[in-house]
Structures are given as C-alpha cells and as structure tokens.
C-alpha cells in the first residue's frame, strides 16, 4: 500500500500501482469526471500514470490554471495531427499552452498555410476529439528518438539538448509526439476548438534562424464556452484603450516625438490631473508631503542606488556635458532622488514617519516590439511615495498605504481585486540584503496588515525582491482580465546604501526602512486599465465632459448659455451641442462620446427655467429646476469620491 496526501491535508491508501485518475474516481464520481491532469510530489504526471511511491497528489481539473494548461497543451497535439495530415511534409516544432489558447510553430518549407485550410483543420480536430483517443506516454532512448525524427532538424535540435532517461513520446490516436507530459485523460474532452490566429515566428525567437508558421488555437470542454470567449474577445477590441484613447482624444503618439513616448492631449491632460489632484488631497489627509526632483541624474546616484549596475547596461545610455565632464542618466526611478531628500537633514525618530509623493516621470528602455499603447511605454509618470519610517512603525504605516491603495481602488469602480503577498525563500536566506530580524517584522507586519484589512490574498515564498517583501495588487476588470497595479515595497537596501539614519530615544544613530508604493502604478498604465474597464465610461467625477446641452433649435441657445454658465459655476464640465442638427442627431452623437448627462433645452423649458435631462446609457430621466439637476450631479460624485 502507498499513502497518498491530498492537497487538503487528508491522506488516503491506495494499492501500489494505483493512477491519478483511479484515485479521483475514489474520492467522487464528480470529479473523476473533471479530472483533467494531475501532479505527484511536485511533478506533472500523467492521470494515468502508476504512482508506486507515497507523496503528496493534486488533481487539476478546468478550473485550475494547470488544468487549463494540460487541456489547451492536449488539444495543441491534436491540432499538430490534424496539420500533419493535411501537409504530411510539414515540420512540426512545439506546441506550448499559453495564457489563452496554445500554438503550434510549423515549418511548411515549400509548401503554403493557407486560410483555407483553417475550416479543414478545424472539423478535423473535433473528429479527432470524438474518437475519445487516449494519451499515454512512453520512455524512449535518445538513439530512438534521434532515430524517429530523422528529418526534422527542430525537433532533433530539442532531443540533442536531452539527457539520456528523461526523453519521452506522447502518443494519442496515430500520432505521435516527442513531449515531456501532462496531458488530459482522452482527446473526448476537447468539446469545442478554433484556430484563432496565424502569425510569423523565428525558431527559438532567434531572426537568424528560419521563419516557422505560428498556429494559435483555443479549445474547451464546453460548446458554450467558446462562444462566451469569442463574444469577449470581441467586446475586447471594442474596450482596446488604444481604440478608444483615440475615441475620446485623450492621448497620441508621434513618430518624430518618438516611439513609446506618449503624447497627452487636452482631455486626456485634463483627465489625468483630476486623477492627480484625487490622490494628491488623499494624500495630504495621510500625511505625505510632495516633492519634485529633476527628470535626470548623474551618474553615480545610480551606482550608489545600484540601479546602474543592474540596468545601466540594458536601458538608455548616458547624457554627456559638452566637454565630456559629467555623465547624467535619464532618472529610471524616482528612490535614489527622495533618498537624497531624506539626507538634507537630520532626523530625530519623534519625527519619522516622512512621506515624500512626487508624480516623477520615469524614463527605462523598452524594445521597439514590446511597446504596446500606454501600458508599455518608454517614458511614464509614477504616483509615487518613499516613506522613511522606524521597523517599528513599519506595520502601521503598511496598513495606512494599503488604505489608501483601497480608497483609490473602490473611487474608480475597481471592486474585485486579489493581492498577492511576495516573501522570502525560506531555504535561501542568504540572498537577501538586511537581517533575520527585520525581515521577519517586515512579513509578518505585512501578512497581519492583509488579514486586518480583509485583503484576498494569497502568500508567495520566494518572491520578494532581494532588499525586501512586497504586497502587489492585482485588480480584475469588467471583462474578468487581471492587470496588475498597485504595489507596496518594503526596502533595506536602499538606507543603507544611501547611509540614511535617524536619531533614535538612545540618543544613538539608527537605519529608517524604506517603503515605495504607488496605488494607480503609473498615470501611463492606469489610464489604460480604466479605460479597457470602464470602456471608456469614466465614473462622473472624473469623465472629461459631464453634461452637454443640446438646444432644440438657434432660438434656444442664449438660454443654453445661461444654463452653462450656472453650471460651470458649479463646477461641472458642460459644453453646448450648437449645432443646426435634429435633435435625435444631436442625442445620438452625445451617447456615442458617452458624455453621461444630456440637456435638452426648448421653449417649455425656456419659459420655467427648467432643464429635461437624459442620462447616457439609462434615457430619459424628466425635467429639473437647474438647482435641482447641479444638486443630483453632485450627490453621484460624492458617492463614488467619499472624503478620505
Ligand atoms: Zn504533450
Ligand atoms: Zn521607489
């Protein structure tokens, strides 16, 4: 007998030889049912693999990550089948799962991948599929494998990299594939299938090395899943910021200006001071205190912070003076220039905690291909915040940024949202800057902070940074994606480094930790994140436009400057829809630049100094005293804005 521990701590015996699927079936019919692949003692096996030792078991069905990963890897040999039949010279490479989906990389050589044959092999993989193939995997000497794959130069290259004995096959139906394993039970599962794209790819990501065709697929269990990821893909592209930052005219890019360097038009310049100014006054309630440091730096603030070392090589170069006396660096963080601040002069601990915000703007080298609208960008603004405090005050002021990161977070309709807790290795203490003690303050201030704040979060070892741990916030967004944003860094490192110090009640010289934090991340990548979630629909107190006025006719307009300029003494963003269109028309194009408050002025409304008002997205919504209607849109702001 082996004894088998389950994830939930259980152990139950089985005879030797017994199969991850076997021991599903025992526990529930259910989960037999879903069981989709497995890992024994760390390792992926697969479900029908004989376990002959004790060990820890845990079965992964669709709504695992790794259950994901087997079934969209599974489905991945399948579509290899279904290509290599319809083009039996092709040269199949590898077929990894990925976020969504997997590929398969193909040399057709001579032979052209049509569109065409997208329908083809599509019908062919769900044939496959029903035929209820099962999956096994065999051991196979390098000789054999060599042997097996005679004219595939890729696939010879993968196995010469192999060690003798961890070489194996995986077989389903009539193929077969070299892999290393974790696949689902039987090709029965893969219910629903589609080739989402074709693209170019280098072997290896090497452009010297030849040019493969990239097939990417999705499958599912379900029929109906398909169909919900396909309609999200396409609310996707709909939600896409770059689209709709260009929509809305927020933000462009100019070649000359240069690429990744985005350019922030009036409303978008507008929308993101209101961002600002948001944190700035929550800010100030919590004690912070703004600075402003230059964009570059010399050189050696870098070298002293270490950032040179680790970056200098891979980002932008040095700047140098005429004469070529002094190099400067474009600033990659802001810490080096507040731990300068922090040494203009002495502390005593009575006046620790010292908050320094600045929204520095911060310049890192990104490749070309990797840009990606605001997300990825070359240049970029930080909300960012160094506080210098005693290992003492440590887990207060934790809880206080995590505060406010949850104040910014719920003000911008950010409601499900995961943190992830980043500690160190425990078996690898050594690599870590700062001693036994303060790490364990450090974590433990921060795992308590989570817990007292009613954070979901989960704890990863061994990912922390080297000079402290960290809590990241990972929000979803309307359509379920996760982006991450938010982050809160312990940091010893950097006081050391920077000698900082504090008087402390002994009278004698002490080290301040450091925490960095920045609850949107960058103004650059936040703003893309709330316009993918909020597709554009910006909570009303921060939408460039809150109220357009659509008088009926000419006749109307002197009113409708009079209801402006009491609105805009008010406060609110109002601009007039002037002109000579019908009404309907005028509506229209109000709900497509999703202004959220129309007003419709006549003769009715004229003569009682009223107001009929219509809301984008919800319609009419009746006729108001103007006092009324400023009153309504101020009580939506401050629902969503409460005071911090
Ligand atoms: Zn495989
Ligand atoms: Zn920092």
């Not at 152990?11 to 030797?16: A, F, G, L, Q, Y």
Request: charged content about 30%.
């Amino acid at each position: 007998m082996i004894k088998i521990t389950l994830p939930d701590g259980s152990v139950i015996e089985h005879s030797e030889g017994v199969t991850p699927f076997e021991v599903a079936q025992g526990i529930s019919q259910g989960l037999a049912r879903n069981v989709i692949s497995a890992s024994f003692n760390g390792k992926t096996v697969e479900t029908t693999t004989p376990l002959n030792e004790d060990g820890t078991l845990v079965l992964y069905t669709w709504e695992d990550k790794e259950g994901k990963k087997a079934f969209w890897h599974s489905t991945a040999h399948i579509m290899a089948q279904a290509i290599q039949e319809l083009y039996p010279n092709c040269k199949l490479t590898i077929g990894p799962a990925i976020e969504s989906g997997f590929y398969y990389d193909v040399d057709f050589e001579d032979e052209k991948f049509t569109d065409a044959d997208i329908p083809k092999i599509e019908k062919r993989v769900l044939e496959i599929s029903r035929g209820k193939h099962e999956f096994h995997k065999k051991d196979v000497t390098k000789q054999e494998a060599l042997e097996t794959y005679k004219g595939n130069k890729y696939k010879t290259e993968l196995i010469e990299n192999l060690q003798e004995g961890e070489i194996t096959f995986c077989s389903h139906s009539t193929f077969t594939d070299l892999c290393r394993g974790g696949h689902i039970p039987h090709t029965g599962t893969v219910k629903a299938f589609k080739v989402t794209s074709i693209a170019g790819a280098y072997w290896r990501g090497d452009e010297n090395n030849p040019q493969l065709t990239r097939v990417y697929g999705i499958s599912f269990p379900k029929q109906k899943m398909l169909k919900e990821y396909l309609e999200q893909i396409e609310e996707a592209k709909k939600r896409d910021h770059r689209k709709l930052g260009k929509e809305l005219e927020l933000f462009t890019f100019s070649s000359k200006v240069g690429q990744g360097l985005p350019l922030w038009l009036p409303k978008g310049a507008a929308l993101r001071e209101r961002l600002e100014n948001f944190l700035k006054k929550a800010q100030r309630k919590a004690g912070y205190e703004m600075v402003v440091t230059p964009h570059i730096g010399q050189k050696e603030l870098y070298v002293t912070s270490g950032h040179y070392a680790k970056y200098g090589k891979d980002s932008f170069q040095p700047i140098h003076t005429p004469k070529n006396e002094e190099e400067f660096l474009l600033k990659p963080m802001n810490c080096p220039h507040h731990c300068e601040i922090y040494n203009n002069k002495p502390y005593s601990y009575k006046e620790l905690p010292k908050r320094f915000a600045e929204f520095g703007t911060v310049y890192r080298y990104e490749q070309s291909g990797e840009l990606h609208g605001l997300t990825r960008v070359r240049g970029f603004t930080q909300d960012d915040a160094h506080i210098f405090c005693t290992p003492d005050q440590l887990a207060e002021e934790f809880k206080s940024v995590i505060d406010l990161t949850l104040y910014v977070l719920n003000a911008l309709s950010f409601t499900e949202f995961t943190a992830q807790v980043s500690l160190r290795d425990p078996e690898n203490k050594g690599k870590y800057i700062g001693s036994d003690e303060n790490w364990e303050k450090a974590e433990n201030a921060i795992i308590e902070a989570a817990k007292e704040k009613g954070l979901d979060y989960v704890v990863e070892y061994g990912e922390a940074a080297f000079y402290g741990p960290k809590l990241d916030f990972m929000i979803k967004d309307a359509l379920g994606r996760s982006w991450q944003l938010g982050t809160i860094q312990v940091d010893y490192n950097l006081p050391e480094r920077f000698d900082l110090t504090y008087k402390g009640s002994d009278n004698q010289l002490h080290r301040p930790v450091m925490i960095h934090r920045a609850p949107f991340g960058s103004m650059e990548r936040f703003t893309a994140v709330l316009l993918e979630h909020t597709g554009g629909k910006f909570p009303l107190w921060l939408t460039p436009e809150q109220v357009i006025i659509l008088p009926i006719s000419e006749k109307y307009q002197k009113y409708a400057e009079k209801v402006l300029n009491l609105l805009e003494n008010s406060e609110i963003r109002t601009l007039i829809d002037d002109r000579s269109e019908k009404t309907g028309r005028k509506i229209r194009d109000a709900e497509m630049k999703k202004i959220p408050f129309m007003v419709i002025v006549g003769e009715q409304e004229e003569k009682d100094g009223t107001v009929s008002v219509r809301k984008h997205g919800e319609g009419d919504l009746g006729v108001f005293k103007i006092e009324d209607f400023i009153s309504l849109i101020n009580k939506e702001v401050t629902q969503t804005i409460k005071e911090f």
